[in-house]
């Protein structure tokens, strides 16, 4: 047996190639599995099944059993083949010199170039293809005819005598022109579908993109805001160190000015003992009695020393150390909480009913400023022009946001309800229920609370301002509103009643940043 006539042995009568996955049917005939599959698949439709090959009928689909043997030979026939290369093919009928063919004849089995293909025959028999060496897969096994039709039923080509000897009568055949042109233009429209494909995901990409981008940049802003805040805790924990270290150092200051005051006259008195002592040491000395008596007899009392116990000295005032150290870490936990909250201020109303007559509250009840007219209602500050929220405080956290004028003197804070409502100590930050920041001649700024102040050393640039509260923490803090927050200062306290904004204008405006 030749090796075409092998090759013809091992062909698919579907697909016209080599065995892949052989499978038998009942009948005893050979298919690639996948093809005889699709077959059935397309005859399940009607639910009558046949042998692609020789016409068998089955009344279920017939079951596949894998032809090992044949499977083994197509294997070793195509490990003894030469790869296959993509070599040019050659016209057949330019003998003296190889011209590469551009159609190949199925009828005439012969590959043509472009002279030969012009006086080749033009009759619908003589069908071309592309060029190709293997024209005998193009032919009918049986009729030895060109395949030019499919046999959409049982899933095979056929030649033009298999469709007109019976044995596809009824079934429906289609040309391999139709049949091409129909993959075509299922190709087409997946080409389309692709193509929209393409364009959606394309943009989705070009979305994920994007947001990668704004990620990246948002991931770089905070790291520098991070990095920005974190300089500024060093910063002020720097601040805070030096503040403790600043008292210590004060009080040991006045502890050991106490000790030189002491130290000084004793040390004078040590040096005349020490001359007294010589003194004696050489009278004792002296031989002459005449000297000795001439000399005035030392009077020891004059040389006694007031005792001085160490324990009557002063000392360091630990206590007061360490409460420093307390108050500088609570106002820095204070500060650095302040950086990284992100909570949005609340809206804060101002209570008509608790102003002054000497100050106006705008129409939204946000804006407090200097008026001339004079209102009275029993619960208003008879003197200093101030005024509370209508909002209250007693559990949770809370944060309100203000501007106020470039210049002018205002307090703003917190303050019990239960504040006297005239009188001296009706004033913010001069009692001991309300606490406030000031600021006063021009630009200057403290904190008060109970009449103490404390004076704001650091430089206050911003007008709008945040006032943090945490109630069960006892803590008020107030940061300018700068990039990052800064902050100026926090009391620590033991709040008892609910607590009410307040503030406190003798000139120009203070707003609430709703």
Not at 227 to 255: C, G, H, M, N
Not at 283 to 297: G, I, R, S, Y
Not at 354 to 379: R, V
């Amino acid at each position: 047996m030749t090796s075409a006539d092998l090759l013809e042995e091992l062909n698919c009568s579907i697909c016209l190639g080599i065995y892949t996955d052989p499978v038998t049917l009942r009948c005893g005939h050979n298919f690639c599995r996948d093809c005889i599959d699709c077959v059935l698949d397309t005859q399940e439709r009607s639910g009558d099944y046949s042998c692609p090959e020789c016409r068998e009928d089955f009344q279920e689909r017939p079951a596949l059993r894998k032809n090992t043997t044949l499977n083994n030979i197509a294997q070793r026939f195509l490990s003894t083949q030469p790869k296959e290369e993509q070599a040019t093919i050659f016209c057949k009928y330019c003998i003296k010199s190889s011209v590469p063919a551009i159609k190949s004849c199925l009828l005439c089995e012969a590959s043509l170039c472009e002279s030969h293909l012009e006086v080749h025959s033009k009759s619908p028999e003589h069908i071309l293809s592309e060029p190709t060496t293997d024209m005998r897969s193009r032919k009918c096994s049986v009729h030895q005819k060109i395949l030019e039709y499919y046999c959409t039923k049982d899933g095979t080509y056929i030649c033009v005598s298999c469709r007109l000897d019976g044995v596809h009568k009824g079934h429906k055949i289609k040309t391999m022109i139709e049949l091409s042109n129909e993959k075509k233009e299922r190709s087409r429209q997946i080409l389309r579908d692709l193509t929209v494909k393409g364009k959606e995901t394309e943009k989705i990409i070009h979305k994920l993109q994007e947001h990668e981008r704004k990620i990246q940049e948002k991931v770089d802003g905070e790291i520098d805001k991070a990095s920005t805040i974190f300089k500024d805790i060093r910063r002020r924990l720097e601040d805070e160190e030096k503040k403790a270290f600043s008292e210590i150092y004060k009080q040991k200051d006045q502890v050991l000015l106490r000790v030189t005051q002491l130290l000084k006259p004793l040390e004078m008195e040590k040096e005349n003992i020490s001359y007294k002592m010589d003194h004696i040491v050489k009278l004792c000395n002296t031989a002459d009695p005449f000297h000795v008596l001439q000399e005035k007899d030392p009077d020891k009392d004059m040389f006694e020393t007031k005792h001085i116990g160490i324990g009557d000295l002063d000392n360091l005032d630990v206590v007061l150390i360490s409460k420093t150290i307390n108050r500088s870490l609570s106002s820095f936990v204070a500060g650095v909480k302040s950086q990284t909250h992100t909570e949005n201020a609340m809206t804060i109303s101002l209570d008509e009913n608790t102003a002054c007559e000497d100050i106006s509250i705008s129409g939204d009840l946000s804006t407090i400023s200097k008026s001339e007219i004079k209102q009275y209602h029993p619960n208003r500050f008879e003197y200093y022009p101030q005024v509370l929220s209508i909002q209250s405080f007693s559990s949770g956290q809370h944060c309100w946001e203000v501007e106020t004028s470039e210049s002018g003197n205002w307090r703003i804070g917190v303050s019990y309800a239960s504040i006297e409502r005239s009188g001296d100590h009706s004033y913010f930050g001069d009692n001991t229920k309300s606490w406030c920041l000031r600021r006063y001649n021009i630009n200057l700024y403290s904190v008060l609370h109970n009449s103490k102040e404390v004076a704001i050393r650091h430089k206050v640039s911003c007008h709008r301002l945040r006032i943090g509260l945490d109630y069960g923490a006892g803590h008020l803090s107030f940061y300018e509103l700068t990039d990052p927050i800064t902050h100026i200062h926090t009391f620590t306290a033991a709040f008892t009643e609910p607590l009410h904004a307040a503030f406190c204008v003798w000139d120009d405006w203070v707003k609430i940043l709703n």
